[in-house]
Structures are given as C-alpha cells and as structure tokens.
T-cell receptor
C-alpha cells in the first residue's frame, strides 16, 4: 500500500540558508501534519492542514511557513536556518472521518543538518 | 497546553516477558494512538482507539482507551527481539488538530 512520501530524505544546509521539505500524503488523505523531532525527543507538532486550509498550529517558528496544495501535497519552507533547526522532520497524513481524524500515518522523515 | 505523561521511560526485560506501558493526560482526548519508532525512522502506527473504554488488539499488542478519556495503556505479550524500540502514545482532541505525543518508552530486550 502507498505510504506517506517525504523528500528529500537528507538535507545539509548552511546557517542562514533556506530549505524546502515536501510531503506527499497517502492517496485520498485530506489532512497533513508536520512534526519536528530532535535527538532523543518526542515529535513536536508544527502545523497541520485540512482540505488545503491551515487547521492547527503548534511551535512553528515565524521563519517557517507551510502550505497544502490542490493535489494535497504539502511543503514546509524554512528560512534563515539556525543550528537548532537540525532535526528529523516528519510529515503525517490522515483521512478525516466526521470529527475524528482516523488513523494517522507518518512518512520516513527528512533529516535536516544545519552547519 | 496539553501534556501526556508516559511511563515507564525505559524498560529492560527478558525475551518472552510481557510488557505494559501507559499514558495519562490532564485533559481529555477523543483519539488515542500508539506508535513504535526505530532510530532514524518514522513512527509506525500500532493501534488506534476511538471510544472510551475500547479495548483493541493487534496480534500480541493490546491497548485500551481509558473510560475517563484521560489515559490509555499498551500491553505487549511474549516479547520478541524485534519489539525493541521506542513506543509513543499520542492523543488528539478532534479532527486535524495537533496529535500530542508522550515522552516515549524505550524497550530493550535481553535475549
């Protein structure tokens, strides 16, 4: 079965550069979530989209922005990168079922290293 | 904000033993999910719970959604080496809102 696809899997950037991560949800899923996970930490929620509209916002820095496109894929744009942005970034998708979220599946993640 | 307290933080067991871990919250959730994560990989969904009091099994795994909507537990029976990893509970209040994660339980199995 198709899973959540994230690209790139690995990314190395210099401080103050920009980076874009892409997420392709499971087909027919309408909700996308972005998470950041530092070493030894639990995933921290950044932002989510439902039917291409932002649905919830977490601890996402102002330097980051994201959107969900008409084909439901999503992109996370990160500017003015800092050393502390080095982390695993996960995308997850789900299919809303009424007021419930349904099963939420994660991608393999994009590892960002800022030098 | 919403917080999930997951315990224990780590477990060291013998192969074949049963495992139990739990999560508690100060606020209610309407969905509880349990994930397993291997180093450098994405969390893999194990069990999803949607109704208070619900008890659900997936092979050797059993999880329950607490009746108060503020807690959940995960049991693993007859552990095997591939059960090694970090287990996370996660709760969500409603559709498309943030999924809040517990701190994780690191499971180590001695052969």
């Amino acid at each position: 079965a198709a899973g959540v696809i994230q690209s790139p899997r690995h990314l190395i950037k210099e401080k103050r550069e920009t980076a874009t991560l892409k997420c392709y949800p499971i087909p027919r899923h309408d909700t996308v979530y972005w998470y950041q996970q530092g070493p030894g930490q639990d995933p921290q929620f950044l932002i989510s989209f439902y039917e291409k509209m932002q649905s919830d916002k977490g601890s996402i820095p102002d330097r980051f922005s994201a959107q969900q496109f008409s084909d439901y894929h999503s992109e996370l744009n990160m500017s003015s990168l800092e050393l502390g942005d080095s982390a695993l970034y996960f995308c997850a998708s789900s299919l809303a079922q009424g007021t419930y979220t349904g099963e939420l599946f994660f991608g393999e993640g994009s590892r960002l290293t800022v030098l | 904000g919403q917080q999930l307290n997951q315990s224990p933080q780590s477990m060291f067991i013998q192969e074949g033993e049963d495992v139990s871990m739990n999560c508690t919250s100060s606020s209610i959730f309407n969905t509880w999910l349990w994930y397993k994560q291997d180093p450098g990989e994405g969390p893999v969904l194990l069990i999803a719970l949607y109704k208070a009091g619900e008890l659900t099994s997936n092979g050797r795994l059993t999880a329950q959604f607490g009746i108060t909507r503020k807690d959940s537990f995960l049991n693993i029976s007859a552990s095997i080496p591939s059960d090694v990893g970090i287990y996370f509970c996660a709760g969500q209040l409603t559709r498309a809102q943030k999924l809040v994660f517990g701190q994780g339980t690191r499971l180590t199995i001695n052969p």
